[in-house]
């Protein structure tokens, strides 16, 4: 009978994706650590050093940084019903798949949606977010960081000024972004900041790490009713985290063994040169897809995120069959456009393992041939000559 459930023995591919992205041996070998109780002495300091691992990560000193057990998506809920209430207005910015997907949250919360649409190929203008929002009572101002979806990175800085003027809470969708892109939770005064494992953070998915600061940590203490989630409900969680050390639910512990791992990886790095590392492959990857002949979708380069790439798909060259050919040819794995960018375009993740020259010209080289293939005019060897002509180049 056993012959007719065979092991699960899958190809290796490389994940260059928008996630999950690839796992370093290290985090592989953490996982397998025998599992253990929760509450085992041995486990407690685990958690207390996730702690701290988490806050340099975050460049935060928030008591309540922990990791949530569950994905991105599970950190993007668990910070807005926390927060807010039925009959609560909550401002989202909205120029992608995910950032629409805090909207839905939002009304299913039973608060007061202002649904502020931008564009989806540029960072959104500030006027336009300071308009929708004025005059108005709004508890909570959302967005995220760096769009999935689409490529874009959203500056932070100016919506922190916007969110003082009418008094709200500042939240950030920060799942393709932390670990990858400068990120200071602290400095720029991020109420609720959340990520997910499996993106630069190089662990597989699971796990979304959040951080709560002291201002929104008390509106979420002086709730007029529970929240609506019991499992995401934060105050409920961190006594688990916390020094009370209260059962609250079976937490993943070999994922966590991982998580440590990968933020020990993290910090002998030093966050300010994973930033740098990122930047880097993707200036090089730009050069080289540019050398091509192909565009990039988001066509203003600081509204470009360094993590998730976005190329135009040029007309006459198929989708599918373009990332079916460099699965196939060469094991790696990228994704196509969601929703109304579906068929449009390409989104290549360098982030953690891959955000690096030899994963950024084998990229390369991999386009070019399954390009070529298809009929596409293009200078055979430009692409990769321009991606090492950037990564020579000074680093800034």
């Known amino acids: ?17 928008p996630g999950p992205s690839e796992v370093d041996p290290r985090v592989y070998r953490a996982m397998i650590q025998p599992v253990v109780s929760l509450l085992d002495p041995a486990f407690v300091p685990i958690l207390d050093q996730l702690h ?18 569950g994905t991105g998506s599970a950190g993007m809920e668990a910070a807005l019903v926390n927060l807010l209430e039925p009959g609560d207005t909550a401002a989202v910015i909205v120029g992608g798949v ?3 997907r805090m909207c839905e949250i939002v009304e299913r919360c039973g608060g007061k949606l202002i649904r502020i649409d931008v564009p989806w190929k540029a960072a959104p203008d500030p006027d336009q977010i300071r308009k929708a929002v004025g005059g108005k009572k709004v508890k909570v101002l959302a967005a995220v960081h760096s769009e999935t979806s689409t490529g874009v990175c959203q500056p932070l800085e100016p919506l922190r000024a916007i969110a003082q003027e009418c008094d709200a ?8 972004s932390l670990g990858g892109l400068p990120l200071e939770t602290d400095l720029w ?119 998730v790439n976005t190329i135009r798909i040029p007309a006459g060259v198929d989708d599918a069959r373009i990332r079916t050919s460099l699965l196939n040819r060469f094991g790696i794995d990228i994704a196509g456009g969601l929703d109304k960018l579906k068929g449009q375009i390409w989104r290549i993740g360098l982030m953690g393992l891959t955000a690096t020259p030899s994963s950024v010209l084998l990229m390369l080289s991999a386009l070019e041939s399954v390009l070529a293939d298809q009929g596409f005019s293009l200078d055979r060897g430009a692409g990769v000559a321009a991606a090492e002509k950037a990564l020579q180049a000074p680093a800034q």
């Open 1 to 17: 009978m056993a012959d007719n459930f065979p092991p699960v023995n899958l190809p290796k591919r490389l994940l260059m994706g």
């Open 52 to 69: 701290e691992l988490l806050r340099y990560a975050f460049r935060t000193q928030n008591a309540i940084t922990f990791p949530i057990s």
């Open 98 to 100: 995910f950032a629409a």
């Open 169 to 176: 809470l500042l939240v950030v969708d920060a799942v393709s």
């Open 189 to 307: 005064k991020l109420d609720v900041c959340y990520s997910g494992s499996q993106k630069c953070l190089a662990c597989p998915p699971g796990l979304a790490p959040i951080t709560v600061s002291e201002r929104a940590a008390q509106v979420i203490s002086q709730r007029r009713r529970p929240v609506q989630s019991w499992y995401l409900d934060l105050g409920m969680i961190q006594q688990y985290w916390g020094k009370e050390r209260r059962y609250h639910h079976t937490p993943p512990v070999n994922m966590l063994f991982g998580f440590h791992e990968a933020l020990r990886l993290l910090r002998e790095e030093g966050i300010e040169a994973a930033w740098a590392r990122h930047k880097q492959s993707h200036m090089a990857l730009v050069q080289g897809v540019e050398a091509l002949g192909l565009k990039m979708f988001v066509e203003d380069p600081a509204a470009r995120a360094w993590t």
